[in-house]
């Protein structure tokens, strides 16, 4: 799921990064080269729908990353962090002393 959710949200963006780019600042944009006369869509509906679009696709990327943070899968970040520290826990660190008995080993008699 989360797969999924990452690449509608690249999906999104590459749709929002080519809507901007298509608009012109000073309104012209996309339908500064259809001019004529007897279009179906004219210059401001082209506008329009640009900026509608834009504000879509914007919901949708900001829906699309809450949901993406909601199912981001935990249980696999945990296994890992426990696994890493227990390695942790358990290194040896070669710079410590080695702790040498205190006091001498007792002798066995052996002459029986």
């Known amino acids: 799921m989360y797969a ?4 509608l949200i690249f999906i999104v963006c590459i749709l929002l990064v080519l809507i901007v780019l298509v608009q012109n600042s000073k309104g012209g944009g996309l339908a500064s080269n259809f001019q004529s ?14 900026e509608k679009a834009t504000w879509v696709l914007a919901g949708a990327l900001l829906f ?13 970040a945990g296994a890992e962090q426990s696994r ?14 080695p702790n040498f008995p205190t006091t001498p080993p007792a002798i066995e008699d052996t002459t029986q």
Do not use: H, Y
Request: no cysteine; aromatic share 4%; charged share 20%.
């Open 4 to 7: 999924f959710i990452t690449v």
């Open 37 to 50: 006369s007897g279009q179906v869509m004219g210059v401001r509906k082209t506008a329009d729908f640009l």
């Open 64 to 76: 699309l990353s809450v949901m993406g943070s909601a199912v981001i899968p935990r249980e696999q």
């Open 84 to 97: 890493i520290q227990e390695q942790i826990e358990n290194t040896v660190d070669p710079t410590q002393v």
